[in-house]
């Protein structure tokens, strides 16, 4: 069912480096939500964007940041890798700010 | 704030026995509550959702679960599991007033043994 795309499924990076990873939203849908999953935690909410804005942060520095484009797609940023970032990163988009979120099969990222 | 616990870290289940997981939220509103259930390598996929109303709902996959709002608990069952329900389940919490950015507790790992 789900539509959302993800890239890259993994990346090694090491410390202090800069990542970026991307996130094609399911069709029709102009919210993306981020989560970044620690290994053997849940899911915690990065930040979400709407329609192109910023619309919600969770406890996260700001060397995480977003972007959203014209066509919803949108893009996770972040500067100064620390290795405690090593995560699956997680993708979800949804039709506005409905209840109901279709997540992308997440892009692994280690630091080393 | 809102939260969630998930007390069982792991559980173990023979094919055809029943399954329940536990799900503890802390939300000062109705909070709307969801299941979700993630195989290795995989997204999460949405199980079931609360929001109103009764307060048994039915899921995908034949999972259902029970919210119980003197206890603070949204826990998931199925009457009978199969090898394929082996995968990690988690609960979330969120609300309409900050547009649904959940809160997702720590999991819980499903084995199954045949």
């Known amino acids: 069912e789900t539509g959302v795309t993800q890239s890259p499924t993994h990346l090694i990076k090491t410390r202090g480096q800069q990542v970026t990873l991307r996130c094609s939203s399911q069709s029709g849908h102009n919210t993306v939500s981020w989560y970044q999953q620690a290994l053997g935690q849940g899911p915690q909410f990065i930040f979400q964007?709407?329609?192109?804005?910023?619309?919600g942060r969770g406890n996260f520095p700001p060397r995480f940041s977003g972007l959203q484009f014209p066509n919803y797609s949108s893009e996770l940023n972040v500067n100064a890798l620390e290795l405690d970032d090593s995560a699956l990163y997680l993708c979800a988009s949804s039709l506005g700010t409905d209840e109901k979120l279709f997540f992308g099969s997440g892009t692994q990222l280690s630091v080393l | 704030a809102q939260s969630v616990t998930q007390p069982d870290i792991h559980i173990t289940v023979s094919e055809g026995a029943s399954l329940e997981l536990r799900c503890n939220y802390s939300y000062g509103a109705t909070p709307y509550l969801f299941w979700y259930v993630q195989s290795p390598g995989q997204g999460l996929q949405l199980l079931l959702k609360y929001f109103s109303g009764d307060t048994l709902v039915q899921g995908i996959k034949g999972f259902e679960a029970e919210f119980k709002r003197s206890q603070s608990s949204f826990n998931l069952r199925k009457p009978s599991v199969h090898w394929s329900d082996a995968a990690e389940y988690f609960c979330?919490?969120?609300?309409?007033?900050?547009?649904?950015?959940?809160?997702f507790g720590a999991g819980t790992t499903v084995t199954v043994r045949a």
């Open positions: 964007y709407y329609r192109e804005e910023e619309n």
């Open positions: 979330a919490v969120g609300a309409r007033s900050n547009d649904y950015k959940l809160s």
